[in-house]
């Protein structure tokens, strides 16, 4: 396949996923270069192994899957996103933002990835709880235990810090 | 808070994340340039492979007949230098075989080499990483150590990084040796090879032979724990580097990192894990941290390797 057929359709196929790949990957690395790093990594593999996929109306969510890899390899080599990131969540909030609205961004940052993922996929991106164990790579069942473990992290977490606050 | 209102909180938290990171806008043309870019490496490599087609049928057909006409020679092995206590790196590309084998889409199917000690005998072994074609039509890159004496020390790249002790696989796009330095301290040598390359950030690992077989250096303990790929460089947010060193008189490897931070290009947070290590296992020692600018003198070396001869960029 020529450079000049394999444009088109890259971009017919993969080109529509990017915009979707990029918010997955900023949600997981909360670093905008990383982020982009990560989306073109994943779109050359999967352009690779497309000719492996069987089910193409599942290609959303196969796609998304191996941008979510894609992240976790790439927070395996770079620990400070996991000292750093609260602190730099913190200096982008505007000053005049809902308190609520801040406490709950918050809380989402110390929620680890693994956490923030199905949250992110089930409320952000309307992906069922079948679509969400596509992405993650488990089961159905158990991407809706992981949502229902990590809302009640998050609002648990909201909870004490609710409770600092009244002190 | 209500169910019903975590949910609608919560997808306006994900819009905020995403407005206050928002991709570049050629995002898209950009990831298929790159694509695009692969592609055609691929076709120069499809046409390179046809020419070497035909000069490898020229040439089986010229030693036939010279085989005919001369007495028989012994099997030509690679050598190394010799007796160079430094080890010395090349990366060309392979005349002939090598381009044929290269699967679509792959970035990078040239064979490498470096030559260094790498089994502690004191003589210089040759250390390559190439493609191999299987019989079922499929490829895979083979790292091997040659001596001179003909002895092979060779592994599957995909075995190397594959899962094993709770750590998960690594996948390799490719492997390219961009040298080999005692990054482990003497009398070893480790072959840095490169597996991957991002837009700004290039990955590799860290490739030595113990007990008699290839091995690649990991992170045994600490929050970093399976770390078996290291990157460098980097762009102006963030960089990455690799350095070996000695605290004491122990070997140990360092692995900084540099991010923008605040974002204003000036302010940057600097990290340095420091490892020692335990053959080719990495345990953490020390992190260290400091806030620097560009000028400070840790800086240049957080997006560079740079361990003996190895030194990247050059």
Redesign the interface.
Known sequence: MGADEALPAFDDIIGPLISRGYALAVTMLNDRTTAEDAVQEASIKAWRRLPGLRDRSAIEPWFLSIVANQCRSIRRTRWWSVLTLPELRHQSSSPDRRVDAIDLDRALDRLSPKDRLPLFLHFYMDMTFDQVGMVMGISMTAARSRIYRALDRLRSDLHSEDALDHV | ?TMSR??S??????????T?????AD??A???E???????RV?IWQVTAATAGLLLLGAVTFYSIVSRNSPSAPLVRPSASGSSPAPSTSATPAPSATPSACP????NCTDSTATGNFDASGQNEVFSASVIRDQSGGAYWLLQVTAPNGHIVSARLDSLLAAHDGC?A??P?YAMVKGAAKFAGPPHDLALVQI?K????E?GILVGVQNGNLQVAMVTNG??R??R???WSG?V??G?GLGCGTVGSRPVLLVR?V?D???DYVHY?W?Q?TYKWQGLQLSLLSLD?AVITQNDSRFEPSYAVTCGSVRIPS
């Open positions: 808070m975590l949910e909180e919560l997808r306006q938290a994900f819009e905020r994340r995403l206050s990171l928002p991709a570049r995002l898209r950009h990831v298929n790159v694509v695009a870019g692969r592609s055609s076709n679509r889409l792959w970035p998960p690594e996948v796009d991957r991002g837009a700004s950030t990955f929050a970093n399976c770390q790929v290291f990157p762009s947010t963030h990455n990192q991010e931070h605040p974002p947070d990290y894990a941290h």
